[in-house]
């Protein structure tokens, strides 16, 4: 899709972090914008910095677990604009101790973390893409996994975003066999400047208390000490909104704006995967977001 003048563009998770730098990226390129977050207030903020800024935009809170919600985002979007041509399933959540050995974690932490992750993309996809085929436009869905599906980790999270991997590459090659006018990316991006491992400030209450680091044993809350800094330190969401854009006007699936290092503990997981071999464990820096 290389026009992107005028067009409409559905961003989920667009109240910060990558979410939101998608939405700046794409303002830029004259896109009106639909606004999804979960986070209501300040959802609201940057909906109404993107209005005083001239740009047509649209806020709507959605949980994105939600089937009926993501349906009624989508009835939202089309009514305001008329179309969408451009969705991008990006809200996601993750807890902070990524590296709780996977029997620790809670049956409710699977179902957060899982219906957000992985469900939230399949919602958008349900909710979407027929009402964009039907429109006959030329288009292209994102769906934001992690360098995470990449790679072997524990728990919840790497599960989810591999199975947001499997799912775009089944997206893509259905929309290339029907012959369609849209096509599809998977976003995997390594570790990135944003707030995901506070995200527990959205978590429903039916998906049980946020974790309480100080009650995990100490290799744990160092490991998520490191892990945070590693966030910190890493790739500005903007780069990674530029690097979307262009996948986007280039028609490539994968987009993988990761640290080298990270690169290489991929090419070494493909490798132990084709050579028969026991995973490799991970160094200090392996997990990302």
Wanted: hydrophobic letters at 50%.
């Amino acid at each position: 899709m290389k026009a992107l003048q005028g067009r409409v563009a559905v961003i989920t998770g667009a109240a910060s972090g990558i979410g939101l730098a998608l939405a700046q990226r794409f303002a830029k390129e004259g896109m009106r914008l639909v606004l999804a977050d979960i986070e209501t207030p300040a959802l609201q903020r940057v909906h109404a910095q993107f209005e005083s800024a001239g740009v047509a935009a649209h806020a709507v809170t959605v949980d994105v677990a939600d089937e009926a919600q993501v349906q009624a985002l989508a009835d939202a979007a089309y009514r305001r604009f008329g179309a969408v041509h451009l969705l991008c399933n990006n809200a996601g959540v993750a807890a902070p101790a990524l590296r709780a050995p996977t029997w620790q974690t809670s049956h409710a932490e699977w179902q957060w973390i899982l219906g957000v992750n992985l469900m939230g993309v399949a919602n958008g996809v349900r909710a979407f893409v027929p009402r964009m085929l039907a429109g006959g436009d030329e288009g292209h869905i994102v769906n934001t996994a992690s360098v995470a599906g990449l790679l072997s980790g524990p728990g919840p999270y790497f599960a989810s975003k591999h199975g947001v991997v499997c799912l775009s590459e089944a997206l893509y090659k259905d929309l290339r066999a029907a012959g369609a006018r849209l096509s599809a990316s998977v976003l995997c991006p390594g570790l990135i400047r944003t707030a995901i491992l506070d995200a527990e400030r959205n978590r429903p209450a039916d998906f049980g208390p946020r974790t309480d680091l100080q009650a995990l044993p100490e290799a744990s809350r160092a490991a998520a000490a490191a892990f945070r800094q590693s966030l910190e330190a890493g790739y500005e969401p903007s780069q990674v909104a530029d690097a979307v854009a262009d996948a986007v006007q280039a028609d490539r699936f994968y987009i993988v704006p990761a640290q080298p290092e990270l690169v290489d503990l991929v090419r070494l997981r493909m490798q132990d995967i084709l050579e028969g071999r026991n995973p490799s464990l991970p160094r200090p820096r392996a997990s990302a977001e």
